[in-house]
């Protein structure tokens, strides 16, 4: 294992490489800071060394420290300075209650190991595994949306950010399958849709935390690339548009773009005709809610340039809350 000591930084820390795991470098690194940080080990205005220094010292290649550093910097958890490394901006959120009972606990753990004759590094990764195997087995994280499609989406989004897996419900499969939902399940769920949700579930679970989304960029990007006072269709099923969450998530879309002056018009797609007649319709872009392309993919994926569908994504600072809450260290 090499390693070495970053004491002429502002920030000590040590970097360790086990070139015998089959976790890449780059991943070993980014955990390793991201631990210290939840730890209070790095605090902001720490210097991580240099990207040369990580590579001589360690024996790795230039671009993996890169990737590595790269990575913290997009979850603003460190600045990239060129020449100098990296200095910690930001701090992950740590429970000193927890870590003291968890360090308690390791260092107990490796002391009943060594006096059984278990080797603790070859032990950890036998728990690691097995936890793995768990969790995707019965993943405690489910990932409540307005569609399937838009819950798949987020729910992957949570699982590379947090690193475990999550189960994804659309609201009307939530309704059917209510009573799948164990005590123990922690429930993510739109802002928008919290208050049916908590209904559905009432008793279910305690375990319910919201999180705000954003719009995606490409889609707004899309959104902004039509003309000015383009006429523009928002397409929604007409249930949909009798709940708050839709209307205020419509509310929130049209003040992102008032600026472009479109001639807006909100429909339900049960009232609104066949969807090849859409197609030669005076509407520049169609804007199609995530619950009617669920159901009509195959016909609206024929024509991107003239459907468009709303594309949400879990907002950061929002989940990094959920994640304290629930005691993850990513």
Known sequence: MSRFDNSGQTGSYLFHYNAASKIPVHVQIEEQVKVALALGKLRPGDMLPSIRNVEDTLGVGRMLVRRAYQALQDAALVRITHGRGAVVIGQQHGDGELTARAETLIQRIVGDLRRDGLEPVTFSRILHQRLLEQDARSPRLLCVDSSEVLARELGQQIEQTLGVNVMTYGITRLRRSRKNISEDTQVLVDYYYLPEVRKILAGRTRGIYPIALDYDPSFLERLRSIPLRSAVLLLFYESSLKETGTLLAIDALLDRLKDRLFDVEIKAVEKA????????????????????????????ERTPSKFVRLASRVNRPSLDEVRHRLGFVI
Not at 278 to 287: E, K, N, T
């Open 273 to 300: 005709g066949p969807l090849e007649r859409l197609l030669r319709s005076r509407y520049q872009a169609i804007v199609v809610s995530n619950r009617v392309w669920d159901a009509h993919a195959e016909t609206l």
